[in-house]
Every structure is written in structure tokens, then in C-alpha cells.
């Protein structure tokens, strides 16, 4: 039975207060500080009840006083801090006590000076202390500040009576003659704290301080992390970008951007956000009875508990292996291993360099998976890394992403032309009955399937470019995509809501000063395309295009899929969940609820994407074993082990690293790749490539060989695209059959291929590829899923 | 001059600065402080031996262990600031200083912390059973929230709401046995 008389009740509630600003920023820190204040409990309670017993050399358990000692003399020759800083933190400590003392303290230069003496012997006694302690003079060196290795000064002697060569000595300064007052006045109060500090302290000391503050120390070892995390970092440019776009009622828009904050990573909320991911993957890992001692839980475990090296992070964060300076710099660097890579996960993801390689990433999302070197496409890079630099909400940017294709000052405004012109063909043929958009020619037509197909890609819903062949206005979807198809990926969306509604919502943009998609029915009857919203209401004439957005992404706000997908497949080689169910048929429900948590947090803690990374960075998946596997390794492996590879594969147990991102994707090379995944010779059903030769299996294909491959490098993506068809789960292999028993010519099932995985039409040297390989002498829908996966895997 | 220093008789007595025996006395409650203001617990660990590398490099007298405590802390809290500085926010928090107050008052003259925890100890023995139970299967068992969930046969949300519940229990606990903090 509890003895508390609120079991149930909240705390108190706080005076009321007359001013509502006052009361909301009192209710804000008092959230804050309670969860402050939980987080110190969490750590009080860990230690009581022995979560800590084996940790750190502090908990209580574990606290052995003489390894500490050895540890501080260790840390006395290669302290993190200088020599300055260590006296610097020793001059405030003293400070704050004086300024907590009595006014009454003495303060006559005689007891001052009388207490400098005494402090300095003290200093001396205690190095000849240690000294002896561990063995030798020769650490005295290591003890005493560098104030005694100065040249004896007048009047001064060595204390250790050695020649000018060893120890010294300073003259005694003033600054010194106050610390050792402060220590008398400690002394005398150190229980007795007054609530409001005086402001009596050493002006050296003030001096002091703001030489730190203002940079004057250590400056090379002061890591980007301060200048990114610990400065606000609304930057002039992104300010006055923002100002330029928002249209007159921008002010909304502007009061949505971050506030000016310090943003904080490791807080307890990205370790609750860490925690549910790791248990997520728990629930996955255990499904397939991996061992449970494999597995680290609770988002409270070390980067060392969790396996992640310096080379791994770097490959996580920055795409790169570590350098040899910044190895060298850690080797140098005598904290904690712990310390040691917290500092480097703080050093890289507020780097220039990881803002630069995740715009890319952000990027190629936004361009639909295809790398443009355009000085247009160039200028929106900088402009996400100035958001993700900025620490912009992922929402946010993803709504001035929508908002620009309206602003043609706006770098994401080059995103119009992109997609209405980015592949050798993109729309339907300009007779095929689907296009039947009145007063629409086919350069028209290109231009609104492609802003629409750029509504729904960023919007996460790829699926619903299906409704344009399958299952127009007043035609329910077929059965096979209705799963797929709802706007909002789960939202449970109308039926109403298909592809011309969403040309219709973007017929404005395609055609400034437009405003109206008329379809012309079977019967030759010409009718109005409804714009809709994700619920199926029509979006009304009088709204404008950044109304309709907000309440598209109001309504779907929680649907960051498309985006976290992608982002995730970037940081982890495989996706969460894949629109239409390539992804395996392991664990898809616990996946996707993933997903969908994931959105959400993003929308509701207003995440940006250094927030996301380092949720990623630091849940389990991150840390679980890589295995480095090469193709003749994947294929001499016994079916047992195939097997749990694949298993492993398929939920980041593992990840492949045959992956060579610099590896020049052209035609060719895509020739080499889809030649290799269907080469001539007839298919066995089980790992078909032991038939073939093995200067084949090594590099590709002889056709790729004669043009221009390097044979040692095997096309990337093939094994993942190998493995991919192995483990394919039942969705994925009905799309294979339901291909497969269509009527579909082989460029159209390519076509499928690259709508169903990459959401957009084939290319025409994509087409050319693939059908220059023998992929229709397969079996047909084992061919088909090949084909899917093969798709899935490559990106040109 | 270095004979007439040591040869003074007013207190001063080299003998009593013992290293070994000031970081026996003392890790363990700048140790805890540091964990109390938000440290990780590996920080914890080096920022409590830099902590004696800094006083040990810039001595200072020792009068009574209380005195000594509370300006070990100081330093303890002064270095969390300027590693802070130095390379970033990653792990800690910005309520530093609130968080000294707390402790500070909790700890009061008992200078490794053990107050704290006896306190705390009392506490939790006048939680409910469930919340107990669900405290130390977080804790002792490390079980997630859907393990606790299931043992108690309560909801995931249900185990967060009665955990919320308990810790403010135990910070009023608390705070009535050790002491309110003005917020």
C-alpha cells in the first residue's frame, strides 16, 4: 500500500499568474526541468538498483580508490584539458566560494600573502608527495603547474634545491593571493551558501573567463560541434532566403523555423525515441532466436557497449572511412574510449562534411533517386545543407520543398523543370487512353505527370502514380494495389483521391495562371478533376497553393515514410519498408510500425535531420556486426549458412559492403550489371551464378569486360540485388506473378520494374540494358522478381 | 625562504596532504555530483579524475572535508562546463546548474552522496508494489517497457505513466527528507 496520498494525482499545480505569457514559459520550463530533474532520478536510481554495479570506476560498486589514483596520474600526463584550463575551472570553483561567503572574510594583504605561501608549498609538498608515490622524481614534471618550470626569480629558490634546470618557482601573484583567500573564506562557509552570489570575484579571473569564452583557448581543439550545436546557427543567409520566399503571410512561416536554441543531441528524449528502435529490433532479432546476449537494449548503452568504431561512424556519417589524422588524434587523446568517440560523433555530424554528404542524400530524394551536377541542382544542395546546418525541422523543409515549386526565386523551384523534363521519356504515349487531359499536348502532358509524380514522391505517396493506368477517376483501384495506393501510405485515405486529383492540385504550378484539369470522359463528355485532400474532400477554389500544401501535410503530417526510407536506406544500405513490399517478408508489421513511429517523432519533437542520423547512429542496428562478404564467398557458402546470412541480411544483422559508391554508372556498366544478374546460360533454381565461369562470377560479365569494366570490381548492388530475390517476401513474389500472368510486353515490364521500385518510367538506354541480357529466357515470373530486384537494387 | 614556510605554526601541516587519500575520500561524491548534473557515466568518470588532476595542480588547503567537498564540486562543475564548450552538448544538459542545486542541498554536509541514496532508498520502499516492481525491472533487469508491460498486464503507455508517476513520488520523497529546492 502506497503512503503517498497523490498515487494518482499530478503534482501540485503552480500559482496561478496573472499574465498568460508568464504563466506558459513557467508551465515550458517547468516541463523542462522536470524532466531534467527525471533524467537526475533515472541516474540515482540506476545506481541504487545496481544497473551501474559493473560500469563506470565510479559507481559505488565497482569504486576502487587506489585504481582511481593510478588512473589520475595517468591523466595528469595527457589530460584533455591544458594546463590553463585545469587552473582556469580551480580559479572559478574559488570564486563561486568567495562570492558565497560572508562579507566579514579577512582580506589583508599580509594573510594573503601569507596564504599565497602556504598554497604554493602546499603545491610543492604535494608533487614531491606523488612523486615519491609512484616511484620517481621525474613525474614532478607532470604535477606542478608550468608556473614552476619558469626561470627562478629574484628572491625565489628551487624548492627541490635543484639548479636552474629543474623546478621553479614563480614570484607570487596577486590573482594567487586571492584564490588562497577564497580558500580561508571556504572554509569558513562552505555550508553556509548565501542563495545570491556577490560579485566580488578576481578581476584576472573575469579577464579569464572571457578569454575562454571568447575562443583564446586551445582553439584547434575546440571541435565544429561548438561552433554548429552550442551557437545558434539561424544563419544571415538562410534568414534572409526565408524572407524571400514566404509569400505576404510569411510571417507563419517564419515563426515555424527552429527557435533560436541550442540544439542538443543525447537528450532524454532521443534516448526514449533510441530505446523504441532498439526494441523494435529486438522483437525482430528475436523472432529469428538470435541470442539474446547479441543484443543491446534500452538506447542507454555506451558507443563502446555497442560495438561502433571510429571507422564504422565515419562510414555511418560521412560515407568515408576515418582518416589517418583523425585516427591519430583519437590514439592521441586519453579519455575514455567512451569520451573519445562521443567527442568524434559530436565532431562529424556538426560538420561542414556531413552537412555536405547528407544534402546530397537529401537531395537525391528530392530528384528521385538520380544524381544531377546542374548549377540549379547545385544551388538547392547548398540550400538543404543550409537546412540541415541550420537544424530546420525535417517537416519544414520538406514543406518549403512544396512551397518553392511555386517560387521561382526559390532553389527548390528548379525541381519543376526536373521532373517535368529529367528522363529520356516520361509519360504515357500521347495517344494512350489514359491521357485524355483536355487542351493538354505531350509536352504539357510531361510536365504535370512529373510535378504530380513529385507531389507524391515527397508527400510518400509513390503508389498512387499506379491510379494513373489503373483505376481512373470514378474506377475503384484494382484490388491488388488498393493496400498501396491510399494517399498517406496507411492513412486510410479515399478512393477518391487518385493521380488526376493530384495533376489537378498541381495544374497551377505546371501552368501558371491555370487553374482548372478537365478530363474527357469515354462517352466524349468533357468533366472538371477535382483537387483533393488525402481525405477526399475537394480542395476549394478559393485556397491558395500554400494553404492546400498545409492542409496536405496537416492531414498526412505524419507521414514522413518516403523521406525516412530513404533516409535510412542511406544510412544503412537497406530500407525499412519499400512501398510495394520489396523489402522481405521478415518482421514487415514491426517495420512499418517503425516507420510510422518514426514520422511521427519527427513531426511532433520538430527533427531535422542531424536529429534522425543520430538516432540511427546510436540504435542497434548500428552497431550489429558488418560482415564483409564477397561474391565467390556468398557463393561457396553451405546452405545453412546462406541461409542465416540472408536472415540476417534482411533485418541490417549484417551489412554487405561490396559497394563501391565511386564507381561511374553509365550505360555500360548498367549493361555489365544486368548481364551478370541474368547471364546466358540456363538457370538452375538455386544460386544459378555457380554455373558460371568464374572470370564471369569475379567481374561481371565478358560483355562488360569488352566494355570497359574493371573486372575486379564487381557491379554494385548485384549481391544485394541477388539476395534480395532470395529472401523476396510473398508481396513481392505476387507482384512477380501477377506481372508475370499480365499480358505486358518486355519493355512495358521494365517499365513496371522501375514504376514499382524507383516510381518512375524506365529510361530509354535502361530499357536498352536490359534487354540486351537473356532475362526473358528465364522462367517468367522468377525472371520478373529477378528483375524487380534487380531494379531495386541499382541506382544510376 | 622554502624553510621558512614549512617551519610556520600557524596550522599548516604538509603531512595531511595525502592525494591517495583525498581522491579515497572524495571521487566518490565528486563522482555522484557529476552524475546528478547530467554527466554520461563514462564523462562522469573522466571529469572526476581530471577534477583531482586540476585541485592536485593547483593545490589548496584543507580545513575540513565539507569545505573541501563543496569546492571539489565547483571544480567538477566548472570543467563539465568548459568540456561542454570545448566539444559540444552531446549528452548533457543545459539545466546544469539547477541540477547543482539539487544536489547540493540533497547531499548537504555528507560528502559522498550516500545521503542521497539512503534517502532515496526510504523512498522507494513507499512506492506501490507495481511501481516498484516495474522500477526495478527497468533498473535491475534491464527489461524494456514492453517486458514490464507484459508482466504487469498493464499497456506500454500504462508502464510509462505509472514509472512518471513513481519518480515524481520520489522527487517529493525526496524533497521532503532532504530538502526543497527553490525552482
Given at each position: 500500500m502506497s503512503n503517498f496520498e497523490f498515487e494518482n494525482s499530478k503534482r501540485p499545480e503552480e500559482p496561478v499568474l496573472d499574465a498568460t505569457v508568464d504563466k506558459t514559459l513557467d508551465a515550458t520550463l517547468d516541463a523542462t526541468l522536470d524532466a531534467t530533474l527525471d533524467a537526475m532520478l533515472d541516474g540515482m536510481l540506476g545506481e541504487w538498483l545496481g544497473e551501474e554495479a559493473g560500469g563506470g570506476q565510479g559507481s559505488s560498486k565497482a569504486f576502487d580508490p587506489s585504481e582511481i589514483y593510478r588512473s589520475v596520474l595517468k591523466r595528469s600526463e595527457a589530460s584533455v584539458f591544458s594546463d590553463q584550463e585545469h587552473a582556469q575551472a580551480a580559479s572559478r570553483a574559488q570564486r563561486d566560494c568567495l562570492q558565497e561567503s560572508s562579507p566579514d572574510r579577512l582580506s589583508t594583504d599580509r594573510l594573503s600573502t601569507d596564504r599565497l605561501w602556504r598554497s604554493v608549498a602546499i603545491g610543492a609538498s604535494i608533487a614531491v608527495s606523488i612523486a615519491v608515490s609512484i616511484g620517481g622524481l621525474s613525474l614532478i614534471g607532470r604535477w606542478v603547474p608550468r608556473d614552476l618550470n619558469k626561470p627562478v626569480e629574484v628572491g625565489q629558490t628551487s624548492l627541490d634545491g635543484a639548479p636552474s634546470s629543474g623546478p621553479r618557482v614563480s614570484e607570487p601573484r596577486v590573482a594567487e593571493a586571492r584564490v588562497a583567500e577564497a580558500q580561508v573564506a571556504e572554509a569558513r562557509v562552505a555550508e553556509a551558501r548565501a542563495p545570491e552570489p556577490t560579485s566580488n570575484g578576481s578581476q584576472e579571473g573575469?579577464?579569464?573567463?572571457?578569454?575562454?569564452?571568447?575562443?583564446?583557448?586551445?582553439?584547434?581543439?575546440?571541435?565544429?560541434?561548438?561552433?554548429?550545436?552550442?551557437?545558434?546557427?539561424?544563419?544571415?543567409?538562410?534568414?534572409?532566403?526565408?524572407?524571400?520566399?514566404?509569400?505576404?503571410?510569411?510571417?507563419?512561416?517564419?515563426?515555424?523555423?527552429?527557435?533560436?536554441?541550442?540544439?542538443?543531441?543525447?537528450?532524454?528524449?532521443?534516448?526514449?525515441?533510441?530505446?523504441?528502435?532498439?526494441?523494435?529490433?529486438?522483437?525482430?532479432?528475436?523472432?529469428?532466436?538470435?541470442?539474446q546476449s547479441d543484443m543491446v537494449s534500452g538506447g542507454q548503452a555506451s558507443l563502446?557497449?555497442?560495438?561502433?568504431?571510429?571507422?564504422?561512424?565515419?562510414?555511418?556519417?560521412?560515407?568515408?572511412?576515418?582518416?589517418?589524422?583523425?585516427?591519430?588524434?583519437?590514439?592521441?587523446?586519453?579519455?575514455?574510449?567512451?569520451?573519445?568517440?562521443?567527442?568524434?560523433?559530436?565532431?562529424?555530424?556538426?560538420?561542414?562534411?556531413?552537412?555536405?554528404?547528407?544534402?546530397?542524400?537529401?537531395?537525391?530524394?528530392?530528384?528521385?533517386?538520380?544524381?544531377?551536377?546542374?548549377?540549379?541542382?547545385?544551388?538547392?544542395r547548398e540550400w538543404l545543407a543550409a537546412q540541415i546546418r541550420d537544424d530546420v525541422p525535417l517537416g519544414q523543409v520538406q514543406r518549403q520543398v512544396?512551397?518553392?515549386?511555386?517560387?521561382?526565386?526559390?532553389?527548390?523551384?528548379?525541381?519543376?523543370?526536373?521532373?517535368?523534363?529529367?528522363?529520356?521519356?516520361?509519360?504515357?504515349?500521347?495517344?494512350?487512353?489514359?491521357?485524355?487531359?483536355?487542351?493538354?499536348?505531350?509536352?504539357?502532358?510531361?510536365?504535370?505527370?512529373?510535378?504530380?509524380?513529385?507531389?507524391?514522391?515527397?508527400?510518400?505517396?509513390?503508389?498512387?502514380?499506379?491510379?494513373?493506368?489503373?483505376?481512373?477517376?470514378?474506377?475503384?483501384?484494382?484490388?491488388?494495389?488498393?493496400?498501396?495506393?491510399?494517399?498517406?501510405?496507411?492513412?486510410?485515405?479515399?478512393?477518391?483521391?487518385?493521380?488526376?486529383?493530384?495533376?489537378?492540385?498541381?495544374?497551377?504550378?505546371?501552368?501558371?495562371?491555370?487553374?482548372?484539369?478537365?478530363?474527357?470522359?469515354?462517352?466524349?463528355?468533357?468533366?472538371?478533376?477535382?483537387?483533393?485532400?488525402?481525405?477526399?474532400?475537394?480542395?476549394?477554389?478559393?485556397?491558395?497553393?500554400?494553404?492546400?500544401?498545409?492542409?496536405?501535410?496537416?492531414?498526412?503530417?505524419h507521414s514522413h515514410s518516403g523521406l525516412l526510407n530513404a533516409l535510412w536506406r542511406d544510412f544503412f544500405g537497406v530500407g525499412l519498408e519499400s512501398a510495394f513490399g520489396f523489402d522481405g517478408a521478415v518482421a514487415l508489421e514491426a517495420r512499418r510500425d517503425l516507420v510510422g513511429y518514426l514520422g511521427k517523432q519527427i513531426v511532433e519533437r520538430r527533427a531535422g535531420l542531424r536529429q534522425l542520423v543520430y538516432w540511427m547512429l546510436m540504435s542497434d542496428p548500428a552497431r550489429q556486426s558488418e560482415e564483409s562478404l564477397s561474391y565467390a564467398q556468398y557463393m561457396v557458402m553451405d546452405a545453412q549458412r546462406l541461409e542465416d546470412y540472408l536472415q540476417r541480411q534482411e533485418v541490417f544483422k549484417s551489412l554487405v559492403l561490396d559497394d563501391s559508391r565511386s564507381a561511374v554508372r553509365d550505360e555500360a556498366w548498367l549493361v555489365?550489371?544486368?548481364?551478370?544478374?541474368?547471364?546466358?546460360?540456363?538457370?538452375?533454381p538455386e544460386r544459378s551464378f555457380l554455373a558460371q565461369?568464374?572470370?564471369?562470377?569475379?567481374?561481371?560479365?565478358?560483355?562488360?569486360?569488352?566494355?570497359?569494366?574493371?573486372?575486379?570490381?564487381?557491379?554494385?548492388?548485384?549481391?544485394?540485388?541477388?539476395?534480395?530475390?532470395?529472401?523476396?517476401?510473398?508481396?513481392?513474389?505476387?507482384?512477380?506473378?501477377?506481372?508475370?500472368?499480365?499480358?505486358?510486353?518486355?519493355?512495358?515490364?521494365?517499365?513496371?520494374?522501375y514504376l514499382m521500385t524507383k516510381h518512375r518510367f524506365a529510361t530509354a538506354r535502361e530499357i536498352r540494358a536490359w534487354s540486351s541480357t537473356s532475362w526473358t529466357k528465364s522462367q517468367r515470373s522468377s525472371a520478373i522478381l529477378r528483375l524487380l530486384m534487380g531494379v531495386a537494387s541499382v541506382e544510376l | 625562504m622554502h624553510e621558512d614556510l614549512t617551519n610556520r605554526s600557524d596550522g599548516f601541516e604538509p603531512g595531511s596532504w595525502d592525494p591517495e587519500k583525498l581522491i579515497a575520500e572524495h571521487y566518490l561524491g565528486v563522482w555522484r555530483y557529476l552524475k546528478a548534473i547530467g554527466c554520461p557515466i563514462h564523462l562522469a568518470d573522466?571529469?572526476?579524475?581530471?577534477?583531482?588532476?586540476?585541485?592536485?595542480?593547483?593545490?589548496?588547503?584543507?580545513?575540513?572535508?565539507?569545505?573541501?567537498?563543496?569546492?571539489?564540486?565547483?571544480?567538477?562543475?566548472?570543467?563539465?562546463?568548459?568540456?561542454?564548450r570545448k566539444f559540444?552538448?552531446?549528452?548533457?544538459?543545459?539545466?546544469?546548474?539547477?541540477?547543482?542545486?539539487?544536489?547540493?542541498?540533497?547531499?548537504?554536509s555528507d560528502v559522498s552522496g550516500d545521503r542521497v541514496l539512503d534517502a532515496l532508498g526510504e523512498c522507494f520502499q513507499r512506492l506501490t508494489a507495481r511501481a516498484q516492481k516495474s522500477l526495478k525491472m527497468r533498473f535491475e533487469e534491464r527489461a524494456s517497457r514492453e517486458q514490464i508491460a507484459a508482466d504487469l498486464q498493464i499497456s506500454q503507455n500504462g508502464v510509462k505513466n505509472l514509472q512518471q508517476r513513481a519518480k515524481a513520488q520520489l522527487r517529493q520523497c525526496l524533497e521532503e527528507k532532504l530538502g526543497a529546492v527553490d525552482r
Amino acid at each position: 500500500m502506497s503512503n503517498f496520498e497523490f498515487e494518482n494525482s499530478k503534482r501540485p499545480e503552480e500559482p496561478v499568474l496573472d499574465a498568460t505569457v508568464d504563466k506558459t514559459l513557467d508551465a515550458t520550463l517547468d516541463a523542462t526541468l522536470d524532466a531534467t530533474l527525471d533524467a537526475m532520478l533515472d541516474g540515482m536510481l540506476g545506481e541504487w538498483l545496481g544497473e551501474e554495479a559493473g560500469g563506470g570506476q565510479g559507481s559505488s560498486k565497482a569504486f576502487d580508490p587506489s585504481e582511481i589514483y593510478r588512473s589520475v596520474l595517468k591523466r595528469s600526463e595527457a589530460s584533455v584539458f591544458s594546463d590553463q584550463e585545469h587552473a582556469q575551472a580551480a580559479s572559478r570553483a574559488q570564486r563561486d566560494c568567495l562570492q558565497e561567503s560572508s562579507p566579514d572574510r579577512l582580506s589583508t594583504d599580509r594573510l594573503s600573502t601569507d596564504r599565497l605561501w602556504r598554497s604554493v608549498a602546499i603545491g610543492a609538498s604535494i608533487a614531491v608527495s606523488i612523486a615519491v608515490s609512484i616511484g620517481g622524481l621525474s613525474l614532478i614534471g607532470r604535477w606542478v603547474p608550468r608556473d614552476l618550470n619558469k626561470p627562478v626569480e629574484v628572491g625565489q629558490t628551487s624548492l627541490d634545491g635543484a639548479p636552474s634546470s629543474g623546478p621553479r618557482v614563480s614570484e607570487p601573484r596577486v590573482a594567487e593571493a586571492r584564490v588562497a583567500e577564497a580558500q580561508v573564506a571556504e572554509a569558513r562557509v562552505a555550508e553556509a551558501r548565501a542563495p545570491e552570489p556577490t560579485s566580488n570575484g578576481s578581476q584576472e579571473g573575469v579577464v579569464a573567463d572571457s578569454q575562454i569564452a571568447d575562443g583564446a583557448l586551445d582553439p584547434e581543439r575546440r571541435g565544429p560541434m561548438q561552433d554548429k550545436l552550442a551557437v545558434q546557427r539561424q544563419s544571415e543567409k538562410n534568414q534572409e532566403q526565408v524572407a524571400a520566399q514566404d509569400p505576404p503571410q510569411g510571417a507563419e512561416m517564419a515563426s515555424a523555423l527552429p527557435s533560436a536554441g541550442v540544439l542538443s543531441l543525447g537528450t532524454l528524449e532521443d534516448r526514449e525515441i533510441v530505446s523504441v528502435i532498439d526494441s523494435q529490433f529486438q522483437q525482430i532479432w528475436k523472432s529469428l532466436g538470435m541470442p539474446q546476449s547479441d543484443m543491446v537494449s534500452g538506447g542507454q548503452a555506451s558507443l563502446k557497449k555497442r560495438g561502433l568504431t571510429a571507422d564504422r561512424i565515419a562510414r555511418l556519417l560521412l560515407h568515408r572511412v576515418a582518416t589517418d589524422s583523425e585516427l591519430e588524434a583519437i590514439r592521441l587523446d586519453k579519455l575514455s574510449e567512451d569520451t573519445q568517440l562521443e567527442r568524434l560523433v559530436a565532431s562529424w555530424i556538426s560538420s561542414d562534411e556531413f552537412d555536405r554528404v547528407w544534402s546530397t542524400r537529401l537531395a537525391n530524394f528530392y530528384m528521385g533517386g538520380r544524381i544531377e551536377s546542374s548549377q540549379q541542382a547545385v544551388v538547392f544542395r547548398e540550400w538543404l545543407a543550409a537546412q540541415i546546418r541550420d537544424d530546420v525541422p525535417l517537416g519544414q523543409v520538406q514543406r518549403q520543398v512544396l512551397l518553392g515549386l511555386s517560387q521561382a526565386d526559390h532553389p527548390a523551384y528548379f525541381l519543376v523543370d526536373y521532373w517535368s523534363d529529367r528522363g529520356d521519356r516520361w509519360s504515357l504515349p500521347p495517344n494512350s487512353p489514359q491521357v485524355a487531359w483536355v487542351g493538354y499536348g505531350d509536352t504539357e502532358v510531361k510536365r504535370l505527370e512529373g510535378l504530380s509524380q513529385l507531389f507524391l514522391t515527397v508527400t510518400s505517396n509513390p503508389a498512387m502514380v499506379c491510379t494513373q493506368c489503373h483505376g481512373a477517376e470514378g474506377a475503384s483501384a484494382p484490388s491488388w494495389l488498393a493496400d498501396r495506393a491510399a494517399p498517406g501510405g496507411g492513412l486510410g485515405g479515399s478512393k477518391s483521391v487518385d493521380f488526376d486529383s493530384i495533376s489537378a492540385l498541381m495544374v497551377g504550378i505546371a501552368q501558371p495562371g491555370v487553374s482548372e484539369l478537365f478530363r474527357r470522359q469515354q462517352d466524349d463528355q468533357v468533366r472538371k478533376i477535382a483537387a483533393r485532400f488525402p481525405d477526399g474532400k475537394r480542395v476549394g477554389s478559393e485556397l491558395s497553393f500554400e494553404q492546400t500544401i498545409d492542409g496536405w501535410l496537416e492531414q498526412g503530417s505524419h507521414s514522413h515514410s518516403g523521406l525516412l526510407n530513404a533516409l535510412w536506406r542511406d544510412f544503412f544500405g537497406v530500407g525499412l519498408e519499400s512501398a510495394f513490399g520489396f523489402d522481405g517478408a521478415v518482421a514487415l508489421e514491426a517495420r512499418r510500425d517503425l516507420v510510422g513511429y518514426l514520422g511521427k517523432q519527427i513531426v511532433e519533437r520538430r527533427a531535422g535531420l542531424r536529429q534522425l542520423v543520430y538516432w540511427m547512429l546510436m540504435s542497434d542496428p548500428a552497431r550489429q556486426s558488418e560482415e564483409s562478404l564477397s561474391y565467390a564467398q556468398y557463393m561457396v557458402m553451405d546452405a545453412q549458412r546462406l541461409e542465416d546470412y540472408l536472415q540476417r541480411q534482411e533485418v541490417f544483422k549484417s551489412l554487405v559492403l561490396d559497394d563501391s559508391r565511386s564507381a561511374v554508372r553509365d550505360e555500360a556498366w548498367l549493361v555489365g550489371y544486368a548481364s551478370a544478374l541474368f547471364p546466358e546460360q540456363a538457370e538452375g533454381p538455386e544460386r544459378s551464378f555457380l554455373a558460371q565461369p568464374s572470370n564471369q562470377v569475379q567481374g561481371g560479365s565478358k560483355r562488360a569486360s569488352a566494355e570497359g569494366l574493371d573486372l575486379g570490381q564487381w557491379p554494385r548492388g548485384l549481391l544485394h540485388a541477388e539476395i534480395g530475390y532470395r529472401v523476396a517476401g510473398d508481396r513481392a513474389r505476387r507482384w512477380a506473378d501477377l506481372l508475370s500472368a499480365s499480358e505486358l510486353n518486355d519493355s512495358a515490364l521494365i517499365d513496371h520494374a522501375y514504376l514499382m521500385t524507383k516510381h518512375r518510367f524506365a529510361t530509354a538506354r535502361e530499357i536498352r540494358a536490359w534487354s540486351s541480357t537473356s532475362w526473358t529466357k528465364s522462367q517468367r515470373s522468377s525472371a520478373i522478381l529477378r528483375l524487380l530486384m534487380g531494379v531495386a537494387s541499382v541506382e544510376l | 625562504m622554502h624553510e621558512d614556510l614549512t617551519n610556520r605554526s600557524d596550522g599548516f601541516e604538509p603531512g595531511s596532504w595525502d592525494p591517495e587519500k583525498l581522491i579515497a575520500e572524495h571521487y566518490l561524491g565528486v563522482w555522484r555530483y557529476l552524475k546528478a548534473i547530467g554527466c554520461p557515466i563514462h564523462l562522469a568518470d573522466d571529469l572526476a579524475q581530471e577534477t583531482f588532476v586540476a585541485v592536485l595542480r593547483k593545490p589548496f588547503e584543507l580545513l575540513n572535508p565539507q569545505a573541501t567537498s563543496s569546492y571539489l564540486r565547483r571544480v567538477a562543475f566548472h570543467l563539465m562546463l568548459e568540456y561542454k564548450r570545448k566539444f559540444g552538448t552531446i549528452g548533457l544538459t543545459d539545466q546544469a546548474e539547477i541540477l547543482d542545486r539539487y544536489w547540493t542541498r540533497w547531499a548537504g554536509s555528507d560528502v559522498s552522496g550516500d545521503r542521497v541514496l539512503d534517502a532515496l532508498g526510504e523512498c522507494f520502499q513507499r512506492l506501490t508494489a507495481r511501481a516498484q516492481k516495474s522500477l526495478k525491472m527497468r533498473f535491475e533487469e534491464r527489461a524494456s517497457r514492453e517486458q514490464i508491460a507484459a508482466d504487469l498486464q498493464i499497456s506500454q503507455n500504462g508502464v510509462k505513466n505509472l514509472q512518471q508517476r513513481a519518480k515524481a513520488q520520489l522527487r517529493q520523497c525526496l524533497e521532503e527528507k532532504l530538502g526543497a529546492v527553490d525552482r
